[in-house]
């Protein structure tokens, strides 16, 4: 009854002796500094909560229910349908932050980081009665767009009772005028760091003086040195007096990072860290050891043997994405799929976001999917191409097994990218990944397919070469060499899985910035036979004699990988391994698309300078004409095979048919002798005619039934035509 009556009592409370009670609880009860609220045993459920009997006020530190926490009843309102119990890093970090202390905090991914932020920024301005004159009392940074939408979203669930302005400024939008006449009067302001800075620079009367709270969510990527630049021009205009929470799955232990934000005696919360896991304990990581130019095999062969389950693919370059994305869905898997990349308008990533909220289906994206977003019942997390790091892997397979959900990814490792596992399994806490065999004979070959589709729509021929060059480049910037190593990679194999038939060139710019001087020396040493030419030489591929070469193999192998040598041992035809051995006869350059008269030469972009490639090419434009032509006479083998196989199957179908219908036609021909008579002389001509015609549509039918079958959609190419493009290939070539 007392308590009812103190419940009632609270109701009607002011807002100003709401704010005065929870000023002096917080007061009363704060926490000291440096303790871990989880290591303090909550009260019961039901026991009191707020001011007690004596004046004094119950515990907070420790509870594990919203509701015991010393907020507004406003956001208690917020919170109730939806949240009642408390998450460890907020069960951590509310407790302190509350009480207006800088925060570290870090938890494992789909841990609800993002609550132990937006509640301290609701109310540390709801305690201080923020309103519109006063200005951006509090910015929260992030560093996608749909992040920072995400948030956006999540704030409106929590301060939807308060009278607080929020505002989400993100770049792309076009509005970026109209946002300057409100954005000084918003509160709260959920942004990317580029949009801000612009209203910073741009924007008169824009000033962040009276800020209160400061949040970087995935902290350790905006004090990368990605957002060095425009994070530092931000926090130059911020005051030095004001609370700053970091959130992170993977949190910046660099005292010069943290130096920039001058935090104040923060408090370092990383809730996991005694767990023997970096990652969600209910998912589970396998990783496979894939060869180069079997990765798209291998996840085309996924995609379709896991056609309901919701999963996310990630590439590492927009281009690759595009790629991939077009391609297979001229293939038809039978699930829809989606792409997700930072060169996509603002408006339609927005929507391919929500869309993949709601719909089982598959996306392909960049990285710029991989940190913060909770895409819900994702089942899959697909990585064809290596993370960056390990804090890259943490974020990316943390788009599944969010939460309490349940979730599986899979992480391709090319032979050179092995050393990635290694650092996995020596992570601390642990990843527990495990390396699993690639089941070969359950691998669809796709390039041939892949090659049909390039030929059939041009602009996707543009596209693949972009992808690879990309690629290329994307590896070679990274920092890692000992799993980033382009002369590692078997890029005419690659580029052949891709659907290519000549090896794309990169620029001579771009082959500068890879080492030049150590590959010319290189080549020197090892094979004097070395072309002269240098803006036709590629990449120079570091070639070991074979023997070391194999040597260098066996050493590097570690338990873990051994049950792959069968896999790796099947033939050369079946898998390109590392490092690619090269044949004395051939010549160290892995592109000579120079033909006798033309040149055919593509530019940073891929584009080819000179006319298209089919059109011009003489023999000498080719790579190593002997193997292109070997592949694809093998290819034109296969789809003549197929076809054949098919032409007999559907042969069969048809002579059942037109058995069935045969004897059909007789039978009907027994009846409608009686009934002729009911015919006029034009109905009987239409008779055998329109059975003509339906005789023929129903073969169309059939075959459009076949290629269902096949897994082939109607639209998709048919094999025919992949033999008559993969012939005009062929052809082109002489
Ligand atoms: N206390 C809670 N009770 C129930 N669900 C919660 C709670 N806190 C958060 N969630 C839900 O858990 C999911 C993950 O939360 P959130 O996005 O904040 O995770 P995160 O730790 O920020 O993840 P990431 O590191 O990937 O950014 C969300 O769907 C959120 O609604």
């Known amino acids: 009854m007392r308590k009812v009556k103190n419940s009632r009592k609270q109701l009607r409370l002011s807002e100003s002796e709401e704010i005065q009670l929870l000023d002096q609880w917080i007061e009363a009860q704060k926490p000291d500094s440096g303790t871990n609220p989880l290591a303090i045993p909550p009260p019961p ?5 707020g001011m007690k009997q004596d004046g004094g006020f119950t515990p907070f530190a420790g509870c594990k229910l919203f509701r015991q926490l010393p907020i507004s009843r406003k956001t208690k ?18 407790p302190h932050s509350l009480c207006g202390r800088d925060i570290l905090g870090a938890a494992k991914t789909g841990s609800g980081k993002t609550l132990a932020f937006i509640i301290p ?6 305690r201080a009665r923020w309103g519109p004159e ?67 620079n741009e924007t008169a009367n824009f000033e962040c003086s009276q800020l209160q709270v400061l949040v970087l969510d995935e ?45 104040k005696d923060p408090e370092y919360i990383s809730v996991h860290a005694e767990s023997t896991t970096a990652t969600p304990e209910q998912l589970k990581q396998v990783a496979m050891e894939v060869a180069l130019d079997q990765k798209l095999n291998m996840l ?156 059939k729509y041009p602009d996707m021929q543009q596209l693949a070469i972009r992808a690879f060059i990309t690629y290329v480049r994307s590896i070679n910037h990274q920092k890692d060499k000992d799993i980033f190593d382009v002369s590692r990679l078997p890029l005419e194999e690659y580029s052949a899985s891709l659907g290519l038939h000549i090896t794309p060139k990169i620029s001579s710019k771009s082959q500068k910035m890879m080492n030049r001087k150590e590959l010319v020396d290189e080549r020197k040493i090892k094979n004097k036979a070395v072309d002269e030419d240098e803006d036709a030489i590629l990449f120079s591929i570091k070639q070991m004699p074979n023997g070391n070469n194999s040597d260098a193999r066996a050493e590097d192998e570690d338990d873990i990988l051994r049950p792959l040598n069968s896999f790796m041992e099947r ?59 070997e592949r694809y006479k093998k290819m034109v083998l296969e789809v003549k095979q197929r076809d054949k ?9 048809l002579r059942e048919k037109r058995t069935k219908k045969k004897n059909k036609l007789k039978s009907s021909r027994d009846d409608d002798e009686s009934d002729d008579d009911d015919l006029s002389e034009s109905e009987r001509e239409v008779g055998p005619k329109n059975k003509k015609i339906r005789f023929e549509s129903d073969e169309e039918e059939d075959e459009r039934k076949m290629k269902k079958v096949k897994g082939l959609d109607a639209d998709a190419i048919s094999l025919a035509e992949q033999e008559a493009l993969a012939l005009k290939l062929l052809s082109s070539m002489h």
């Open 219 to 263: 902290a350790d990527r905006m004090l990368d040195k990605k957002f060095k630049g425009e994070l530092d021009a931000i926090i130059s205009q911020l005051p030095k007096r004001r609370q700053t929470l970091l959130f992170s799955a993977t949190q910046t232990k660099s005292v010069k990072d943290l130096a920039r934000l001058s935090l």
């Open 645 to 653: 196989e098919d032409k007999l199957l559907q042969r069969q179908r």
């Open 300 to 455: 085309w062969s996924f995609i379709k043997s896991h056609l309901r389950s919701k999963m996310i693919v990630f590439l590492s370059t927009c281009k690759q994405v595009k790629f991939v994305y077009e391609a297979f869905r001229k293939l038809r898997p039978g699930i829809p799929l989606k792409c997700l990349h930072g060169n996509m308008k603002q408006n339609t990533r927005m929507a391919v976001y929500l869309d993949f909220c709601e719909t089982t289906s598959v996306l392909f994206s960049t990285d710029v999917a991989s940190r913060g977003l909770d895409f819900p019942s994702v089942d899959w997390v697909i990585q064809v191409d290596c993370p960056e790091d390990v804090a890259a892997y943490i974020h990316r397979v943390g788009r599944t097994a969010r939460f309490t959900s349940a979730g599986n990814s899979l992480l391709f490792l090319a032979p050179s990218e092995k050393a990635m596992l290694t650092k996995l399994h020596a992570a601390e806490p642990k990843i527990p990944i495990i390396l699993r065999k690639v089941k070969m004979e359950k691998i669809e070959q796709i390039s041939g397919a892949l090659a049909s589709v390039l030929v």
């Open 121 to 126: 920024v609701v109310e540390k301005l709801y």
């Open 77 to 94: 309102e917020g919170l109730k349908p939806k949240y009642k119990e408390m998450s460890e890093i907020q069960r951590a970090s509310l």
């Open 45 to 49: 459920p039901d026991a009191p909560v």
């Open 134 to 200: 006063d200005g951006v009392g509090s910015i929260i940074i992030s560093p996608t767009k749909e992040l920072a939408g995400q948030l956006f979203e999540e704030l409106k669930i929590i301060g939807k009772n308060h009278t607080l302005s929020a505002g989400l400024l993100i770049g792309g939008r076009k509005d970026v005028d109209a946002e300057k006449d409100s954005v000084s009067s918003l509160n709260i302001l959920i942004c990317t760091p580029g949009r801000l800075l612009q209203h910073m």
């Open 571 to 629: 033939g050369p035809s079946e898998l390109a391994v590392l490092p690619p051995i090269i044949s004395k006869k051939k010549k160290l350059k892995i592109i000579v698309d120079r033909p006798a008269r033309t040149k055919v030469k593509y530019d940073e972009d891929g584009n080819p300078i000179v006319a298209s490639s089919f059109a011009i090419e003489s023999p000498d434009t080719c790579l190593e004409p002997e193997k292109v032509m």
